[in-house]
């Protein structure tokens, strides 16, 4: 459940992944801090599994700032099942699935960087927002200046991250949004 102004984070692998191949994870801590942030054994299994497991991304694995949601008791397990019925259970589905499920019953801000997915949980009354209004809020929340964002958003997107501005674009597009 979210704890005073700032809500708890469920967090899906995109953000993960592309934060840890910029060797940025301890800045990720840092910008969270304050927060309950989970991800899921299937996230946690994508990481894992991919293709670019290395050191950066498997310090993801080990993060103490982000515990696993335990999603073994029968709200998560009817919830999943909805997830599944809507955005589809194929592999790469799998994974959002978990965290929409977990955001749902813990009442907790989804994270993900999927458009589709994200535009069906929407859909749904679900809280779901992406990396880029993580950055945002931190700038609200004064952990972060708009230049550090603006940094990030660029080192993100040469990682082969896909995200909706470039870090020049970062200010206008946040404010254009509402996010800033």
Not at 94 to 103: C, D, K, L, P, R
Not at 148 to 174: H, T
């Amino acid at each position: 459940m979210t704890t005073g102004t700032c809500p708890d984070l469920v967090l899906d692998t995109t953000c993960l992944a592309h934060v840890g191949r910029i060797d940025r994870l301890d800045v990720l801590g840092d910008l969270l801090s304050g927060r309950r942030c989970w991800t899921t054994t299937a996230v946690r299994e994508e990481l894992r599994r991919g293709p670019e497991v290395g050191h950066e991304l498997g310090k993801v694995l080990d993060l103490p700032w982000l515990p696993v949601v335990p999603q073994d008791d029968w709200d998560h397990i009817m919830s999943f099942s909805r997830w599944v019925e809507r955005i589809g259970s194929t592999e790469r589905n799998i994974g959002e699935a978990t965290v929409f499920a977990a955001a749902e019953v813990l009442e907790a801000v989804a994270i993900t960087d999927d458009r589709n997915a994200t535009a069906v949980a929407r859909s749904y009354g679900l809280r779901v927002h992406g990396t880029v209004w993580l950055l945002a809020q931190a700038c609200l929340e004064g952990k972060l200046t708009e230049t550090g964002a603006a940094n990030l958003v660029d080192m993100l997107r040469g990682s082969g991250m896909r995200l909706p501005c470039s870090g020049a674009d970062f200010p206008a597009f946040a404010r254009k949004h509402g996010l800033l």
